[in-house]
């Protein structure tokens, strides 16, 4: 959508544009203007190291239920994740973070924050079978959040680091497939794209 409709928590509304999106990141940048006479601040962003067990919020609009928060605490931090369409040039975005703080259709776009209230990612997928929470969602970091919008901002898009291959970590699995050594670590590279 060119233009959305941003609805605040007391009920206002207003129109925005949107300036840039970055769909390898599932981030959009939306320039918004508030109703007269409504004072609003930014949340701030966590300073704090985030730790698996910690516990979050996660706030969105699930299912298009606005204004609704989940508690959940991180349950991992540092997943890769693929992200891109399939057969396409696609991207790992590193870092993720996994919560379940229960995320839906809906949530994507919305905020992840500490008990002080701090944003520690912005949620964008599940991991589900079924398209509802399992108890498995998936968060971008601050951090990458931080990298991404400056330059959608200046620039309108964000240009990712690309080696032009595709491959797997050597895990067990892959280093029993290939009789590497249990000690070998690293990545098995699988195919060279063409220009890569």
Known sequence: AEEVTV?????????????ATDPQADLAVIK????????????????????????????????????????????????????????????????IIQTDAAINPGNSGGPLI?????????????????????GVGFTIPAAIVQRVVPALIADGQYDYAYLGLSGRTIDAEVARAFDFPNTLTGVYVAEVVPGG
């Open 114 to 134: 500490n008990l002080a209230g701090e944003v520690v990612g912005v949620n964008f997928a599940i991991e589900s079978a079924v398209r509802s929470n399992s």
């Open 7 to 19: 609805v605040f928590s007391n009920g206002f509304w207003a129109d925005a544009e949107v300036v």
């Open 32 to 95: 918004v203007a508030p109703p007269a006479g409504m004072d609003w601040q930014p949340l701030p962003i966590a300073a704090e190291t985030l730790r698996v067990g910690h516990t979050v919020i996660a706030m969105g609009n699930p299912f298009g239920l606005e204004g609704t928060m989940t508690i959940g605490i991180v349950s991992a931090i540092g997943r890769g994740m693929p992200v891109g369409a399939l057969g396409e040039a696609r991207y790992t975005l590193p870092d």
